[in-house]
């Protein structure tokens, strides 16, 4: 927080001036008088400014999808109807139908199985997260702009991973419609198409654009969205009231920061009944400050209230006084300790209680870490100058999901990386649509000690992101760039020059890409592999997949929708013999995996716990249980669309074969619990 803020003199001034940029003062301030008509979100809440006035109300409309704005993954590809995004345009297709259907939205993930595989990472500033956090979203625009009444999500198979709704102002700021709490959390999902419309708070905000956050744990299974409905009043006038709500947004940014102390007074119902005021009462406290009395009785409080108790026993049987203990009498390195364990929002609230606190607040040593993907809605250019400022031992950055609106500059994260990046080992930045070919370059100009960099969801469209200046990177460990279009040759230069990777996630890696030639330069080049995603990477044959058993390190390896031949030959023959310490398997689709390679997986699958046979028409009763008796590892078997397997009878040999093995078995139309 700047000190200028609270009119304090700051003897290090000019050391601070950054700092001042960001007014979190000035938020609390408009939070706190709930008399005024308008409201400040910002660190302290899912507010955004509210009209200052209620808009001229037109009628009420029922309106859908326009379009999609931005998500943070599909399963579907871009150039298929499959999955995809795209789906959640416009009225319901499928509702109140219940089931798989291709025409819906879905996203990559369900459940907490991608958690416990290998390839799983751990939060950066973890205690930032909320209590439910996010693992996706889809933000989409309407036609309309309307004073939201109620919002409803047209769910059409495996429903419940809805847990936040957010609506985008016509003064740039995003304000919370509704979160799930804990006992939402905790509630199954439901085994039918529902129409989820929860109660959001009453606003009267004017917006026509959405954001769904999404938390996949509690699923069985993929959850699939058909549509999405904004209903409210409609609002005569947008465009006046829109250049009005601007200028009033300026204005307040504008404003001096003062802040308004809050109201002191010595009448007995406004002091209260607690043990301070009865003790006051009691001696008959009635100090005389003159002009500047709410000041000086704050700052008596403050300082000077316990000594004065201490001095003033009128209890004869009391015990000696204790002596005065302060949280500031702590050792520094104790209060530093302490507040290291705070999320990134109370460190800036606690920099506000004193000038101690504050000096604590801003030190180094807390801001070793940052992410501000919880904060998404929050990130700003302005905000990345005020951590520029303290995160000077800065070493794992996480910018997810920032700037989506704008918010963030190209030109000031380049600034801020200029500043803090060359002691950077962990750089997340997935679905950051601020970045341009020059961050990139900045990237692998500056933070050339990174060891992680996630890449994830940022380019899928022309122009290619210049991932050239990657390859000065040398010691890259984990490289993420799902969803993120690349040219083949850029990528091989980077695979070159890292030869410590152990993570790679190349799925939807786009069309231009030619999976064979990666997969041979990882052969040569990256043979410490743990865990490797190709999940729809075309061009990846029966050639490539003999390059892929020659990693020996593999613990991870997901094959979905690729190798499309009729047949793969020796290839999953040698991948399992050559690489015993498999965990994960995904063949999601490979229809040439034959009922050969369903007995090889069940004799040299020992450490097998997760694998995916979806669509594997060859798959047979007798394979499954072959499968579940030589995998004593397993407890995840996707069998969807098997459709030898799951028909008929067949359902209650494999219920039975869920608890005996203790495997929770998935299926489009079914769920097997272990339990």
Sequence with gaps: MSLRAYNIEDPSNDAEQPDALVDFTAMLRQQRNGGRQR???????????????????????????????????????????????????????????????????????YGDWWLKAPSATREIQAQNMPKVDT??????????????????????????????????????????????????????????????????????????????????????????????????????????????????????????????????????????????SCKLRTLKFQPNCGQDGATKLHEFINNDLTQFLLENQVDETAEAPVPRLCLTDLPFEILLRILSYL???????????????????????????????????????????????????????????CGGMGNISPTEFKKFLTQRGDNLTHLRLSSCKFLNASCIETVGIVCDNLTELSLRNCATDPPLLNFSCLANLKNLERLDLFQTAFETELLLSMLESNRKLKHLNLAFCGVSVNMDDVVEHLATYNTQLITLDLWKAHFL?????????????????DLGWCLRESSLGDGLLKLLTNCPKLRKLFLSAVRGTTERDLMHIAALGKNLEQLDLMGMISLTHERVYDILVGCPKLQLLDLSFCDNVVDGEGFDELAEWARRFNVDIKSSRFHLARH
């Design 39 to 109: 409201e400040y979100g910002g660190w302290f809440g899912c507010g955004s400014k509210m009209q200052p006035e209620p808009p001229d109300q037109g009628y009420y409309l029922e309106q859908y999808v326009l379009g999609v704005l931005d998500f943070s993954s599909q399963y579907g590809i871009d150039y298929s109807i499959s999955y995809t995004a795209a789906n959640i345009i416009g009225r319901p297709t499928k509702y109140p139908a219940y089931g798989d259907y291709p025409e819906t939205y879905t996203m990559r993930t």
């Design 343 to 401: 999320d990134l929002k109370s460190l800036f609230l606690v920099g506000r209680v004193s000038r101690t606190f504050y000096d604590i607040s801003i030190h180094p040593l807390l801001y070793g870490e940052l992410s501000l993907k919880p904060y998404w809605h929050l990130a700003s250019s302005e905000l990345l100058c005020t951590l520029a400022s303290r995160a000077t031992m800065l070493r794992k950055l996480d910018l997810s999901w």
């Design 135 to 276: 693992h996706d979203y889809i933000v989409v625009y309407f036609e309309e702009f309307v004073v939201p009444t109620e919002v409803a999500i047209f769910e059409t198979f495996n429903p419940g991973a809805v847990v936040r709704i957010w609506a985008y102002g016509i003064t740039k700021n995003w304000t919370c419609l509704w979160e799930a709490t804990d006992n939402d959390a905790k509630l199954g999902p439901g085994r039918e198409a529902r129409r989820f419309a929860p109660p959001i708070k009453k606003t009267t905000i004017i917006t026509k654009t959405l954001r769904i956050d999404f938390n996949h744990s509690r699923l069985f299974y993929y959850t699939e969205i058909d549509a999405i409905m904004l209903c409210g009043r409609t609002v005569s006038r947008i465009h006046n009231l829109m250049g009005r709500q601007r200028l009033q947004h300026r204005q307040v940014a504008s404003a001096p920061s003062t802040p308004t102390p809050p109201p002191l007074t010595s009448s007995s119902e406004e002091i209260g009944d607690g043990p301070i």
């Design 541 to 557: 044959t029966t050639r490539g997949l003999q390059f892929i058993t020659k990693l020996h390190q593999l613990e991870e390896l």
